[in-house]
């Protein structure tokens, strides 16, 4: 405890004799560039995510899972890893059932310790739900949980997020002021704009750098 | 011409290593495309002059009450994250930290550590540290990795292997990996991806740095674009965060700004591919992510820039690197000369509080005082200021009690003296002008050598006459006088 109490008091001696200074944060600064009227929200989102190599899809509430089908054959994946405890992840095996799909519907439902080898080498793709989207930064925002773990949406070459329109936010500050987020966050909560890229070498971009390779938006619109 | 300079063969001080730089063209090359691109990036990131000034007006006042309040916030974040479930450690040096690093991962019989992006754990030379205790500790940042593979020290605090280009990587890849020869940057990415991936499922411990520390929430904010940072706190059973005391901020809300700054200064995106903030380990309910989380606070000197009301700007700093892609200075000779682990305008201003003003005498001198550090940086920070007071610190008398670690060791009676006569001569008319006649009347007797600038340029030689006396004799012309 001694490097603490060292550290805290040196750093108390040299405020001796000062004020905090006051709160001056001003929202209007983070807020006012970055509005837009609803409608053009998913269209903000939409091309911000696009310019950074995302794919963007935009459905009905209720044919999504067809396009989900669609997007795994075109690219002859043949799994897919869900989480089937959600109301998505019933939508879709409920699709898969009653239309006889190819590929196979993986879940994560035990501790990654069990299966970590699998998840790297064998998963070719994942779904995942997202708990909005901001478009001032073209990002989705995820908070993994037991259903939907962290890995989830990291460790399978390809990502495909379903994001309600919705829930499509002007910005962060609107966004974690409209959830709360203050008053209490998951132990991991994410922000996800593009997939995995890098430009470290002479920076070239390139894409599929640790992450997943591809990103794919599906837009939900109200039913 | 050298493709590269190996730190350990470096010369050893900065203005021989300067000139080598200053002599290897590829290298300039290398750096003045980069940082070219970077201006360009961060510029069209702002287009909006006003949007951008208010933004690091705010930037500076957040930090500047982050650091009003650092004790305080400090014990409330680790409170917090003590709360959440997350072991806060306190060091004061880097030996400190790295003895509580290596305890930790000796504790869980780790042997294979996995890093994300951590300027602080290069501080700390936390590599070495554990290369001689036989626990490997792998870069997987695709630079720093590139960076490490070719025994060098990151040249940029963002992109740590700029100094490099395509068939410079290549190069290396297929002589340490075996990999056939490609100037192709997409497989070259590919060839790291493949062989870290390996690494990052092995891995005992994962390390990372902390952009932002929240002590409202007890969360620890990184941010990245390639996922390395999120495998290396998310895949191994144990995470260690190592960062400086300054990174912590009061409200979750002060990151939005902060984060915007950051991402568009380093490099002129609206946002990084992740925003990941950890604010915890596993649950006993979740699936995976570490089972423990660590975070490492580490001083090494920043209280003491911290004592000075001037220096503890310095700890405005969020590392986003804008002031070394701006400064003339830095994109020629590049981040290695430096000799330090943070280059640039930033690294000349933190680094005497580190290692002492001793050890880097030639820094605080080695800028022209263009300005443009402080113009773009998005935090405010006096960067050319702070290099005027760092050159008067520089020349302190050492029998004066010392403001700033090691400074004084450029102080000299000889130049001292020369200044004291210079303001004498200055400060009396009669004095001056007696040496204003004695100048112009033996001109002749100028030395021819004077020392350095006669190197590169000819001898200085008085006018005839004086300013002063043509002055004069214009005026007495005219009958005014």
């Keep these: 405890m001694t490097a603490r109490s060292n550290i805290l008091g040196k750093l108390r001696n040299s405020l001796a004799g000062t004020t905090p200074r006051p709160d001056e944060f001003d929202e209007q600064l983070v807020t006012r560039p970055w509005q837009y009227p609803p409608a053009a929200r998913v269209e903000r989102l939409r091309s911000l995510m696009e310019a950074v190599h995302t794919e963007v899809h935009q459905v009905s509430a209720t044919d999504w899972p067809a396009l989900v089908a669609d997007l795994l054959n075109r690219r002859n994946l043949s799994n897919l890893l869900c989480a089937p405890a959600t109301d998505h992840g019933k939508a879709l095996q409920h699709y898969w059932q009653t239309t006889g799909q190819r590929s196979q519907l993986l879940a994560y439902d035990r501790p990654i310790e069990q299966w970590k080898t699998a998840l790297f080498e064998n998963v070719e793709a994942s779904i995942t739900g997202t708990i909005g989207g901001i478009a001032a930064t073209g990002s989705l925002v995820l908070w993994p949980d037991r259903h939907e773990p962290r890995l989830m949406s990291l460790v399978p070459p390809v990502h495909i997020a379903l994001l309600k329109a919705s829930e499509i936010h002007d910005n962060l500050y609107d966004l974690m002021t409209a959830q709360r987020w203050a008053a209490g966050l998951p132990t991991n909560a994410l922000l996800v704009s593009g997939p995995s890229k890098t430009a470290d070498i002479e920076q070239v971009l390139a894409y599929g750098a640790h992450g997943p390779k591809e990103l794919i938006v599906v837009i939900l619109d109200q039913a | ?481």
């Design chain 2, 1 to 481: 011409m050298s493709q590269r300079i190996p730190v350990t063969e470096l010369a050893a001080d900065f203005r021989s290593r300067a000139t080598t730089a200053l002599a290897d063209d590829q290298l300039r090359t290398n750096f003045r495309t980069a940082m070219d691109s970077l201006i360009k990036k961060r510029a069209d990131a702002f287009p909006d002059e006003q949007e951008r000034e208010g933004l690091r007006e705010l930037g500076n006042r957040i930090k500047a009450r982050a650091l009003s309040r650092l004790p305080d916030l400090l014990e409330q974040l680790e409170a917090k994250l003590t709360e959440n479930g997350v072991t806060v450690h306190w060091a004061e040096t880097v030996e400190q930290a790295n003895r509580i690093v290596h305890g930790i991962i000796e504790a869980r019989n780790g042997r294979q550590v996995v890093k994300g992006k951590s300027m602080v754990s290069e501080e700390m030379e936390m590599n070495d540290y554990l290369a001689r205790r036989d626990i490997e500790c792998l870069e997987s940042d695709m630079g720093e990795y590139i960076v490490q593979l070719d025994g060098e020290k990151p040249s940029h605090i963002i992109m740590p292997a700029i100094h490099k280009n395509a068939r410079q990587v290549s190069r290396l890849f297929s002589e340490k990996l075996d990999e056939p020869a490609t100037d192709d940057v997409n497989e070259l990415i590919q060839t790291g991806r493949r062989t870290l991936r390996r690494k990052f499922m092995e891995a005992d411990v994962g390390v990372s740095g902390v952009n932002f520390a929240i002590a409202e929430t007890g969360t620890l904010l990184l941010v990245e674009n390639e996922g390395n940072g999120r495998m290396s706190t998310t895949v191994p059973p144990v995470h260690i965060a190592v960062t400086g005391i300054e990174k912590v901020v009061q409200n979750l809300r002060d990151v939005v700004p902060l984060l915007s700054l950051l991402t568009r200064s380093a490099l002129g995106q609206p946002i990084t591919t992740y925003v990941n903030l950890i604010s915890g380990p596993r649950k006993p309910e979740e699936l995976d992510g570490p089972e423990e989380v660590h975070l490492v606070l580490l001083d090494n000197g920043r209280s003491g820039a911290f004592a000075d009301a001037q220096m503890r700007q310095t700890l405005n700093c969020i590392r986003c690197g804008a002031c070394m892609n701006h400064c003339p200075v830095y994109t020629r000779v590049g981040g290695h000369t430096y000799g330090e682990v943070y280059p640039g305008p930033i690294g000349k201003i933190i680094t005497p509080h580190m290692a002492g003003l001793n050890q880097v005498p030639d820094h605080p001198g080695a800028s022209s005082l263009c300005g443009a550090c402080g113009e773009v940086c998005p935090v405010k920070i006096p960067i050319p200021q702070l290099l005027q007071r760092l050159r008067q610190e520089n020349v302190r008398n050492p029998a004066e009690p010392q403001v700033v670690k090691g400074g004084g060791s450029k102080y000299s009676r000889t130049e001292r003296m020369i200044w004291q006569g210079w303001q004498l001569l200055n400060t009396r008319p009669a004095l001056y002008g007696l040496f204003l006649r004695a100048a112009t009347r033996l001109r002749r007797l100028t030395p021819k050598n004077a020392g350095p600038w006669t190197r590169n340029h000819s001898a200085p030689v008085p006018a005839r006459r004086s300013l002063h006396e043509l002055a004069d004799a214009h005026l007495r012309q005219r009958g005014d006088q």
